[in-house]
């Protein structure tokens, strides 16, 4: 198969998850849906355009290699926001924070991100589509609308360096990027690299190859609406392989 894989890097990044109350947690890897909107967000499709969005979560499938999922950091976040009126419209923080001064309400939060985190991203055309592999791949390298990685505060640190790999989903996570620093030894003692690696794909358990220890779960991370802001299950399957056997 054709795949298109990139690598994702950032000091700070924010895979959310389920949010319950002021707690924002963030997961170790990118989720499909953060993935969705970070093509969706090069190629300028904007959240409103719901027939575009929905296609293009029919057409891709998602592949992930974790090097590291970073250090855990955490942040006491607040905002202000304006309350809710039909009447008005805020197209930009400005607008929000322009309104009467009795009308913003203080929202708090703690938000967990991932410190230097470092993940191999694979896309492959499951279904039909306006975009090939190689428009995906010319919209990540000059995107329509700033990337970032997961909050809009966490914008990559890195060339994404998009690139087309026939083979297997195997060979196309497995796929070897320029180091970010002088060599890849360097990499793996700077950003803290385990001793293992951590895969993660949607599909058929058998997809990344013949492997003992695959684990299946239910995420609640495939993207239904933008607008409103809601989620649907998916089944993803993982698997961790030692350094050196991947």
């Not at 190859?209 to 695959?214: A, L």
């Not at 607008?227 to 299950?233: D, E, N, R």
Request: contains cysteine; aromatic residues 10%; proline residues 7%.
């Amino acid at each position: 198969m054709n795949y298109l894989v990139f690598r994702l890097y950032g000091p700070m990044a924010g895979w959310g998850e389920a949010a319950v109350g002021g707690d924002r947690p963030s997961a170790l890897h990118p989720s499909r849906s953060a993935i969705l909107g970070l093509v969706a967000s090069a190629l300028g499709i904007r959240r409103d355009e719901v027939t575009a969005l929905d296609e293009l979560r029919q057409a891709l499938g998602v592949g992930i290699k974790s090097y590291t999922g970073g250090e855990l950091t955490r942040d006491y976040h607040t905002a202000q926001v304006p309350s809710h009126d039909r009447k008005r419209r805020f197209y930009t923080r400005r607008d929000e924070l322009d309104a009467p001064k009795h009308k913003l309400n203080t929202v708090l939060s703690s938000r967990d991100y991932r410190s230097n985190g470092y993940w191999v991203v694979a896309l492959w055309l499951c279904g039909d589509s306006r975009h090939d592999l190689a428009a995906l791949a010319d919209a990540l390298k000059k995107p329509v609308f700033p990337l970032y990685l997961g909050r809009k505060s966490c914008p990559p640190a890195a060339p994404l360096m998009p690139t087309q790999v026939e083979g297997t989903l195997k060979e196309a996570l497995d796929w070897i990027f320029p180091p970010l620093l002088d060599d890849t030894k360097q990499d793996r003692q700077w950003l803290r690299m385990g001793q293992y690696s951590h895969y993660c794909w949607q599909g058929s358990v058998d997809d990344l190859g013949d492997y003992d220890g695959v684990q299946s779960r239910n995420v609640w991370d495939e993207p239904i609406s933008r607008v409103p802001w809601q989620f649907g299950t998916r089944q993803e399957h993982q698997l961790t392989l030692p350094v050196g056997e991947e």
